[in-house]
């Protein structure tokens, strides 16, 4: 059973402010995806990683940044945050046979 | 055209009913199918996973899937509170597929 862990968990920040969004895995599984929530939405790929250094964007990326240099570590950098930031941000890693995604808890932002 | 189509609910039904929540998708290349299960403020669960068309039984969950029809459903017999929460189906294409594709989610209420 793979484990993931986010933080934090809750999250209130200013308009305009830089912020970070931690993820990390203790399975070594290579895939790990970042996904925006919204209630009664479905789940919006923002970035995504095959491994090491490789990042590449979903359809939510334009305001955001990751990185990739460990296996276990996948944070996601908001650069400059807005209200329309506000949300749930989930964090997966998936097997290589892609046959199960394993979620942290959450983040869940708000900008005001 | 939506990948895959979910009825969000809300679904409320009485202790002990059996409960039907059923997701449409239009990609004929989706082969893994999955069942999530998310309580309020966490994250996914994996709750059922199938690979390409018919049934799967664990416990009081059966999980159908239909490719012919392109239509997924998962069953939860003898309903408890517990099983209130919201469940995403979700679905991949094949082994080095770059991501999941998930339903909004239908929100169950099982009333004591």
């Known amino acids: 059973e793979a484990d993931i862990y986010q933080t934090p968990r809750y999250l209130v920040i200013g308009t305009g402010k830089k912020i970070t969004l931690e993820c990390s895995q203790t399975?070594?599984?290579?895939?790990m995806y970042w996904y925006q929530q919204d209630p009664g939405m479905e789940l919006h790929l923002i970035h995504y990683s095959y491994g090491v250094n490789s990042t590449e964007k979903g359809d939510l990326s334009s305001e955001s940044t990751v990185s990739r240099i460990r296996t276990e570590h996948f944070p996601l950098t908001l650069e400059s945050a807005r209200p329309s930031h506000t949300s749930q941000y989930l964090c997966?890693?998936?097997?290589?046979?892609?046959?199960?995604?394993?979620f942290g808890q959450g983040t869940r932002l708000t900008v005001v | 055209q939506k990948e895959v189509e979910q009825d969000p609910g809300p679904l409320s039904v009485p202790e002990g009913a059996i409960v039907s929540l059923n997701c449409t998708y239009s990609n004929s290349a989706f082969q893994y199918f999955m069942w999530y299960r998310q309580y309020s403020r966490k994250g996914p669960e994996l709750l059922m996973y199938t690979y390409s068309s018919g049934n799967k039984e664990d416990g009081r969950f059966t999980a159908q899937v239909d490719k012919s029809s392109k239509y997924i459903s998962l069953f939860i017999r003898d309903s408890q509170p517990s099983d209130s929460a919201t469940y995403l189906c979700?679905?991949?294409?094949?082994?080095?597929?770059?991501?999941?594709?998930f339903g909004t989610g239908t929100s169950l209420t099982v009333i004591p």
């Open positions: 997966a890693a998936l097997t290589d046979m892609n046959t199960e995604a394993f």
């Open positions: 979700a679905m991949s294409a094949s082994w080095t597929g770059n991501q999941f594709y």
């Open positions: 399975m070594g599984h290579d895939k």
